[in-house]
């Protein structure tokens, strides 16, 4: 049978789309993570056409991985601007911040590119896939990757802070986030490990990660928040927890827990607040304390996605 017209139209238009909106990976030594390996088989668009009611075949979303670090410090915010998003990839829990020194380097330059959805990991994903192999790691992967190439307000960001702050006993400044805000993180957070995590915000976008396959990691969590922007149209919510954890950047969530994020997120709906339809009250005066503190583009795509 033939597609329909109206399909084919729009998977060309979808088609186009893709080959100017590639994923882009800085150079960091030239290695491929995981991340690289996640978003070749997401395949990206899979979620686009999920949003435009699409349900068969598949286009690929190529990644572009800098050549080297020449290529990524010569672009401009409107060449950072062309992408879907940047995926700054887990060092393989690299523990030193000369690995993001090019990032640091040029964040006046990618930082206005960046307005769309944005993952900021604690964690060192790509390490626990490849050593380990654990199914939470690859989800996590997965979601937030998924998150941040869709969305409709620009190019989105996912970063992942590998193991670089771990020894931090202090809160200390991600420098290489300034110009987006003020972003402080700790490590050095128990003894052990912090194992229990816990998603508290969700998105149609992020569906291969739960509790359960996030924790226990040995470490589950390498850097924890104390400090990110969370007000206005571009501020973040925490995305997942590590569940009990107490001291700077302990908070109390919508859905009854309480504990220190790990990872943020820009453009996920928090748990508890909006999630589930069927919690009524709570919801709408989530809904109408939103509208109240202004409504914009942003929110009421959120709503959108909601009702959706
Ligand atoms: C961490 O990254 C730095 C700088 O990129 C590099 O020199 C070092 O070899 C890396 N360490 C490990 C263990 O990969
Ligand atoms: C990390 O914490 C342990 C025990 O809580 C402490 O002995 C150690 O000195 C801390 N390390 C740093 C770098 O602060
Ligand atoms: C955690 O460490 C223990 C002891 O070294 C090991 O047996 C186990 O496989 C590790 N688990 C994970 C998920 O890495
Ligand atoms: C976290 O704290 C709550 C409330 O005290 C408790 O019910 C729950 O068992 C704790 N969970 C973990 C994993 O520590
Ligand atoms: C709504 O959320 C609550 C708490 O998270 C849960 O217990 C309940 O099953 C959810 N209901 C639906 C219909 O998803």
């Not at 139209?9 to 996640?38: I, T």
Request: glycine share 8%; charged share 15%; proline share 5%.
């Amino acid at each position: 049978m033939r597609a329909p017209y109206h399909l084919l139209l729009a998977v060309a238009s979808l088609a186009v789309q893709a080959v100017a909106e590639d994923v882009l990976f800085p150079h960091m030594r030239g290695l491929k993570y995981s991340e690289y390996d996640e978003v070749k088989k997401l395949g990206l668009t899979g979620l686009q056409m999920a949003h435009s009611g699409i349900s068969e075949g598949k286009l690929t979303v190529p990644a572009h991985v800098c050549k080297d670090d020449e290529e990524w410090n010569g672009m401009t915010t409107a060449d950072f601007a062309k992408y879907k998003a940047i995926i700054v990839p887990d060092c393989m829990c690299n523990t030193s911040l000369n690995t993001i020194k090019f990032l640091d380097d040029t964040k006046r330059v990618w930082s206005p590119a960046v307005t769309g959805n944005m993952v900021i990991i604690g964690t060192d994903p790509s390490f626990h896939a490849k050593w380990f192999n654990l199914p939470g790691a690859f989800a996590m992967m997965q979601d937030a990757i998924s998150l941040v190439a869709t969305g409709d307000r620009g190019t989105g960001m996912y970063f992942s802070l590998s193991c670089y702050y771990q020894s931090a006993a202090k809160p200390v400044a991600i420098e290489a986030l300034s110009e987006i805000g003020n972003f402080q993180v700790r490590g050095n957070l128990s003894h052990p490990c912090l194992n229990n995590a816990h998603l508290v915000a969700q998105s149609k976008a992020m569906t291969a990660l739960n509790d359960n396959i996030a924790s226990n990691w040995n470490c589950s969590v390498h850097e924890a928040f104390s400090e990110y922007p969370r007000t206005g149209s571009s501020g973040f919510e925490a995305l997942a927890i590590a569940l009990n954890a107490t001291g700077p950047g302990e908070q109390s969530f919508a859905d009854g827990t309480s504990g220190i994020p790990y990872i943020i997120a820009r453009g996920a709906t928090p748990l508890g607040c909006g999630n589930n339809i069927t919690e009524g009250l709570p919801f709408e005066r989530h809904i109408q304390l939103k509208l109240d503190s202004g409504p914009n583009k942003h929110e009421l795509h959120k709503l959108h996605v909601i009702r959706a």
